[in-house]
């Protein structure tokens, strides 16, 4: 659909939910906490919404990183067993603002089905406007059909990216302090990947859990680099992980700036294998004789 936009607010998802042309998707996710989301879903939900799990249903079992991509044929299969066919418009939401809905929006987007969105503000968002929740199960459907791409398309590996540090804009939407390497949660290194810029998801939120203005939004990117006007830059988006990394996709689609290129890997990956980091807050510079210094150590 032409122009169809990756954001939906609560008020027009409640009235096209009335109508029953909307298939919801919860894909709310606790870190630290497997099966975290899937509590919260039957704790209160949106009415007639699924439940996807990020782990699980949006993950593979194995590849470089915390939440590798599933394959394209795999994650057909899975929608289409919930009833989910190329004729269905999805809202995904979580309980983050849009953080982990965005990763079901970005794969559905890349994949070629141009009528998915992330609703905006999330759950709290469509609690605040005074809408609904429920534990009832959602109605079954009978199987989709969903036509999709056969390969992920906007998509770079570690060594691609490797490859081309110092002349890619590297986003990286981890919070500042793990982006800084003063606390790491989870990877193994603090820090950074060198010349990455850090634009937390949580600067493209408002007060309010929705996303800021497109104008606010483009203003953001460009001084990140990303909304430079050269098309021959290639933007390539980054966290932890390759999940909150398509909410600074879904933040460039909003603003009107170019697609950019998502590393699923991400820092996770990044980490895996000895790469160089970089601390505090400036992106650091990339050096060849770092990588030649790591592969000398770390073999073919």
Same mark, same amino acid.
Request: with cysteine; net charge negative.
């Given at each position: ?8 607010? !609560?008020?027009? *998802? ?15 996710? #606790?870190? $630290?906490?497997? $099966?975290?989301?899937? *509590? ?7 009415? $007639? ?11 593979? =079992? ?7 991509? !599933? ?19 999805? #809202?995904? %939401? ?10 079901? &929006? @970005? ?18 968002? @469509?609690? =605040?406007?005074?809408? +609904?929740?429920?534990?009832? +199960?959602? !109605?079954?459907r009978p199987r989709g059909t969903l036509r999709l791409h056969e390969t992920w398309t906007k998509v770079i590996d570690r060594a691609g990216v490797a490859a081309r540090l110092g002349s890619i804009v590297l986003l ?6 793990? %982006? ?9 290194? +603090? ?9 937390? =998801? ?6 309010? $859990? ?52 998502? %590393?699923?890997?991400? %820092?996770?990956? &990044?980490? /895996? ?15 060849? /004789?770092?990588? /030649? ?8």
């Amino acid at each position: 659909m032409a122009g169809h936009s990756p954001l939906i607010s !609560p008020e027009a *998802a409640a009235a096209r939910l009335t109508r029953g042309d909307l298939r919801v998707v919860d894909v709310r996710w #606790v870190m $630290g906490a497997p $099966g975290g989301g899937r *509590a919260a879903y039957d704790t209160g939900h949106l009415p $007639g919404a699924i439940f996807l799990d990020l782990d699980t249903d949006l993950t593979a =079992a194995r590849g470089p990183g915390r939440h590798p991509l !599933p394959s394209p044929a795999a994650f057909r299969e899975r929608l289409e067993a919930v009833g989910i066919g190329s004729d269905d418009e999805v #809202v995904a %939401y979580d309980d983050a603002g849009g953080t982990t809905a965005a990763r079901l &929006w @970005w794969m559905l987007d890349d994949l070629g089905h141009d009528r998915a969105s992330v609703l905006d503000g999330g759950l709290s968002a @469509w609690v =605040a406007a005074g809408f +609904p929740v429920t534990s009832e +199960p959602p !109605p079954t459907r009978p199987r989709g059909t969903l036509r999709l791409h056969e390969t992920w398309t906007k998509v770079i590996d570690r060594a691609g990216v490797a490859a081309r540090l110092g002349s890619i804009v590297l986003l990286d939407a981890r919070a500042e302090p793990r %982006y800084r390497g003063e606390v790491e949660p989870i990877d193994r290194v +603090p820090g950074h990947i060198p010349t990455a810029r850090n634009i937390p =998801a949580s600067d493209g939120l408002g007060a309010d $859990g929705r996303l800021l203005d497109p104008e606010t939004l483009a203003d953001r990117l460009r001084e990140t680099g990303a909304g430079v006007d050269d098309v021959d830059t290639t933007v390539v988006t980054s966290c932890g992980s390759g999940v909150t990394a398509c909410f600074t996709s879904l933040t460039m689609r909003l603003a009107g700036l170019p697609d950019p290129i998502l %590393y699923p890997g991400s %820092y996770s990956d &990044w980490t /895996q294998t000895g790469m160089p980091i970089a601390t505090g807050l400036d992106p650091g510079e990339f050096r060849p /004789q770092d990588l /030649q210094l790591r592969d000398s150590r770390h073999g073919p």
